[in-house]
T-cell receptor, first 110, second 116 residues
């Protein structure tokens, strides 16, 4: 079946350092979304990318969708303690399904 | 405020005793989803409704059923809960379907199910 993998699984950074999580799908995605889930919370939508090679920015967050529409990345510049949480990529698969990536858990050390 | 509401937030049931989780939305979205999320894992889609059209994921166990009596409400029925069904159950909604460019999903706070 379709798989959506993210690396790294865990990342610890000092506050102020940059952070990147990578998302790879075994199949082409029509679009990709990114969600953030704080500890004890529910996923919160961050952004959706649709076009091949698309890049979008939200303040310190930069999202990219690969040219082949099979991979994506989220980069956070100068992390803050409020960035703590698990970041998931997600996208529709074949057969009317929707897959979340394995997630990257970010810890920010003050 | 428009939102997704789940009740109860915590549910304890006994092994094999049927349980129903509920979700309601005030967003008037077409699509409602049920996800299962186990500790330190990603949410896994169980099924979703586009309006009244039901879509069951291929590997969702028969033990899980769902009902959507109207636009606002959706229920998850677990007919005979096993210990492996203990998890957080998340309800979500989106305005359009999975392949749309406008299918941002809004999640409720979840119901944490404990099976004794």
């Amino acid at each position: 079946g379709q798989q959506v993998m993210q690396i790294p699984q865990y990342q610890h950074v000092q506050e102020g350092e940059d952070f990147t999580t990578y998302c790879n799908s075994s199949t082409t995605l029509s679009n990709i979304q990114w969600y953030k889930q704080r500890p004890g919370g529910h996923p919160v939508f961050l952004i959706q990318l649709v076009k091949s090679g698309e890049v979008k920015k939200q303040k310190r967050l930069t999202f990219q969708f690969g040219e082949a529409k099979k991979n994506s990345s989220l980069h956070i510049t100068a992390t803050q303690t409020t960035d703590v949480g698990t970041y998931f990529c997600a996208g529709p698969g074949t057969g009317n399904q929707f897959y979340f990536g394995t997630g990257t858990s970010l810890t920010v050390i003050p | 405020d428009a939102m997704v509401i789940q009740n109860p937030r915590y549910q304890v049931t006994q092994f094999g005793k049927p349980v129903t989780l509920s979700c309601s939305q005030t967003l008037n979205h077409n699509v409602m989803y049920w996800y299962q999320q186990k500790s330190s894992q990603a949410p896994k889609l169980l099924f979703h409704y586009y309006d009244k059209d039901f879509n069951n994921e291929a590997d969702t166990p028969d033990n899980f059923q769902s009902r959507r009596p109207n636009t606002s409400f959706c229920f998850l029925d677990i007919r005979s809960p096993g210990l492996g069904d203990a998890a957080m159950y998340l309800c979500a909604t989106s305005r359009e379907g999975l392949l749309s460019s406008y299918n941002e999903q809004f999640f409720g706070p979840g119901t944490r199910l404990t099976v004794l």
